[in-house]
């Protein structure tokens, strides 16, 4: 399958690597940046295709599906053409930058009846896929608390690139950059919260415009409870944490594997075999390979005809979560809905 790429900055890099690992399934047909020295600095290093304009990647019929790597304000546009001239999407995370623009740009792909994936990864960690099976095993029982945990750290460098943690072009901080990738496998596991209470906000740690720093509480329909808490002030970073607390055992998923304790004596790892977190001050320091599977689900879900794992819709989940979490924060920590 013939692929366009739009977008060509930091985020490009484990695309093009899980590209190359495809490359018997996959080929990059052309890239397109804005910038000619973004273009020619991608051509040099990576010696793909280049296209000189957007629409010499959407107005060519021979590449029927395109990746969109480019800054979350400009998603909505970028969706609704590449809708419009027939294209399957595969988007880097987050949808947009609020809401309602989410909303908007989910449905301009349904419309136009193609596929529209969104770039969650770390849904295809192994460690992610056996907590998934375990509980849909009963192997915990009841779960009764769920934690979740993202500890990393970025120099004041990173949030100095224009519009880095912006509302106009990030559309927040932490929460919609870098713990959206926790909050969605959790959800991958457990659902959405129906209510949460917390707080967001700028540490002293950054110069920036939104958070850097978000922890809240969780009610589940279920009664189970929770927590949450993400930020990027947390030097030298640490790998993030997902516990699962059942009536018949327990379980870790951290950024290389799982730990399983069950009630009946039984315990044990299973590791993810990936290299690599991003949780320090390069937040590209990891492997390609979940980025693979999710490329591979993507590219299968165009030949098959069906929704990819994290869809459009799908990923509208972890927004409303982190929306309901801000929304708490503005109102001095009140008890919000999350409205999934």
Same mark, same amino acid.
């Given at each position: 399958m013939r692929i366009g790429i739009i977008g060509l900055g930091m985020a490009s890099a484990p695309h093009v690597a899980a590209l190359r690992v495809l490359g018997? @399934?996959?080929?990059? +047909?052309a890239a397109f940046s804005p910038s000619p020295e973004r273009r020619a600095a991608f051509e040099r290093a990576h010696g793909l295709p280049m296209a000189t304009s957007l629409e010499a990647i959407l107005d060519d019929p021979s590449i029927p599906a395109v990746l969109i790597l480019t800054p979350p304000s400009t998603h909505l546009d970028l969706v609704r053409r590449a809708s419009a001239a027939g294209k399957h999407i595969l988007l880097e995370k987050p949808l947009e930058i609020d809401g309602g623009r989410s909303r908007d740009l989910v449905e301009a792909a349904e419309r136009a009846d193609v596929r529209l994936g969104v770039v969650l990864q770390n849904r295809f960690r192994p460690s992610i896929e056996e907590a998934a099976r375990l /509980?849909?095993?009963? +192997?915990?029982?009841?779960?009764?608390?769920?934690?979740?945990? /993202?500890?990393?750290? @970025?120099?004041?460098?990173?949030?100095?690139? +224009?519009?880095?943690? =912006? @509302?106009a072009r990030d559309g927040g901080g932490v929460l /919609? =950059?870098?713990?959206?990738?926790t909050l969605d496998a959790m959800i991958a596991l457990v659902g959405l919260p129906e209510e949460v209470a917390g707080f967001a906000a700028t540490s002293r740690a950054h110069r920036m415009e939104t958070e850097d720093v978000a922890h809240a509480a969780m009610r589940f329909a279920s009664g189970a409870l929770g927590a949450v808490s993400v930020t990027t002030a947390a030097f030298p970073g640490f790998p993030d944490a997902i516990d699962l607390f059942g009536t018949s055992g327990s379980l870790r998923v951290d950024s290389s594997g799982v730990d399983v304790f069950l009630a009946d004596g039984r315990q044990w790892r299973t590791e993810d075999g990936t290299t690599g977190t991003g949780t320090g001050s390069d937040p590209m320091a990891f492997s390609s390979q979940n980025h693979e599977r999710l490329l591979a689900d993507f590219l299968d879900s165009i030949a098959e005809a069906r929704s990819p794992r994290v869809s459009g819709r799908e990923a509208l989940k972890v927004h409303a979560l982190i929306d309901a979490i801000l929304t708490s924060s503005e109102a001095s920590g009140a008890p919000t809905r999350v409205r999934g």
């Open positions: 018997n @399934r996959v080929e990059v +047909a /509980l849909m095993d009963g +192997a915990l029982g009841e779960v009764v608390s769920v934690s979740v945990r /993202l500890s990393n750290w @970025r120099p004041q460098g990173y949030y100095d690139e +224009a519009g880095r943690g =912006t @509302r /919609l =950059t870098q713990g959206i990738h």
